[in-house]
């Protein structure tokens, strides 16, 4: 006896049904091939660089760029290594790019993200921190790691975003700018120096 389905046979209705699983199975396996090739080979799409600019604000409100050696001025900024945070990355390129070493504590994330292209052409992605350099603060104590940086420059808020704009840095010009006009600078630089004058203050009567 023959039994008939929706116009088909037991038996042809069990070959619709099997290439069916056929195609399904080819499909997975395909998925899971080209997974592999991308992993294996590197051809998935890459991911961004993570990367940290740290703004420096002088105590009189200006700002220090520096010339790198791709000749563009900019923060201090570099790579963030695995397992490191912003603040941490923003830390250590402080030290190694400038020979000073600033508190994690003294260091300011502000909310800008940013996303663009390195002028080598690597893809990147990272956040605009800012610092705060008190009035002891000496810039014959800037040693710059000539390898990296050429020269810096201590300029008013205005002529910093000129030189970033004029330079065709969108990043720098967007990061320093949203900090200049969406952060309160001035609060938060005055509760730092008022921990700093603590700081001091302590310090002299300890040695005391």
């Known amino acids: 006896m023959i039994y008939i389905r929706n116009g088909l046979s037991k038996g042809a209705l069990h070959m619709k049904t099997r290439r069916r699983y056929t195609r399904l199975l080819n499909f ?13 080979f590197g051809t998935e799409s890459p991911k961004p660089t993570k990367i940290v600019h740290l703004f420096l ?14 000749l563009r001025w900019a923060p201090v900024a570099g790579k963030i290594e695995r397992k490191e945070t912003f603040g ?16 994690k504590d003294n260091i300011f994330a502000s909310p800008f993200t940013f996303e663009g292209r390195s002028p080598k052409g690597q ?14 603060f000496c810039l014959s104590e800037i040693k710059l790691k000539l390898d990296e940086l050429i020269e810096y420059r201590v300029l008013p808020p205005d002529a910093a975003l000129h030189l970033l704009a004029q330079q065709g840095f969108p990043e720098g010009y967007a990061g320093l700018n949203y900090i200049l006009n ?27």
Do not use: N
């Open 182 to 208: 969406h952060i309160p600078i001035a609060e938060i630089f005055s509760s730092f120096a008022v921990k700093e004058s603590i700081r001091r203050q302590k310090k002299r009567l300890k040695k005391g």
């Open 123 to 136: 893809l990147i992605a990272g956040q605009a921190h800012f610092a705060f350099l008190g009035k002891d």
């Open 88 to 103: 941490e990355g923003a830390v250590r390129e402080m030290l190694e790019e400038t020979g000073i070493y600033l508190k």
């Open 57 to 70: 604000v002088t105590y009189k409100g200006e700002i220090l760029l520096f010339r790198r050696s791709c």
């Open 28 to 40: 997975l396996t395909l998925t899971w091939f080209i997974a592999y090739i991308q992993k294996r």
